[in-house]
């Protein structure tokens, strides 16, 4: 099969875009001890939601799924723990998992011939899952190298990490919140970066082509 060729039905992104949402809501308003296991379930159910998408025979996608279950029980376990190596390792495997599921989601949307809506949606939900996999590193970084993560002793939390990370990724750039670390100040930076790169590629592409169909070079091209 050709690449870009797509076959049966058209994927759909509009459940997992809407999970992605209701994830970040709850992790900028909950701020209690449940609120990172919560958001190990809401991780857990984004990527099964992208590994729908994924050409995979009846055993990988069962093994898949097992590995995903079983890590995801570790991770929320590290998450609850108070040991603050056990959390960082926890939001390793959130940035990881976002990581993942991110680059499935646009490999998937290149290799579309028509761009619709379900496109759309796949790019919000791409844009999304960046700004929280960095968080997720961001978070990782505070538990697990010493000092705070953010300079002037602002609060370090999900709600903040999360309004640092998309705050990066969108360039706004309030100062309000600037990382303390040399690791984080280069995270950060790479954030930014990837955020320039997703609009001036990805989306304006999208947008440009939305409604029309494109055409495939001769053979060999």
């Not at 996999?133 to 505070?142: N, P, R, V, Y």
């Amino acid at each position: 099969m050709a690449e870009g060729e797509q076959t049966g039905r058209e994927p759909r992104y509009g459940l997992l875009l809407i999970t992605l949402i209701a994830a970040y809501l709850v992790s900028a308003v909950t701020h209690s001890k449940w609120a990172a296991a919560v958001h190990v379930t809401f991780i857990v159910a984004i990527a099964l939601l992208a590994m729908r998408h994924i050409r995979l025979r009846p055993r990988g996608i069962a093994l898949a799924i097992s590995v995903i279950v079983v890590t995801a029980i570790a991770a929320g376990i590290g998450a609850l723990s108070a040991n603050t190596t056990a959390q960082g390792i926890a939001s390793i495997w959130n940035g990881l998992v976002l990581l993942l599921t991110v680059t499935v989601i646009i490999d998937r949307v290149l290799r579309l011939n028509k761009v619709t809506a379900q496109s759309l949606y796949a790019a919000l939900s791409s844009y999304l899952l960046i700004g929280l996999m960095f968080a997720s590193f961001f978070a990782a970084i505070g538990f697990l190298v010493s000092g705070p993560f953010f300079a002037d002793g602002q609060p370090e939390n999900a709600s903040t990490l999360q309004y640092f990370s998309f705050t990066t990724l969108t360039t706004l750039g309030y100062g309000d919140f600037t990382a303390a670390g040399n690791l984080g100040r280069a995270l950060a930076v790479l954030e930014a970066l990837a955020g320039q790169i997703f609009l001036a590629t990805l989306v304006a592409r999208l947008v440009s082509a939305y409604g029309t169909t494109r055409r495939r070079g001769p053979p060999g091209e």
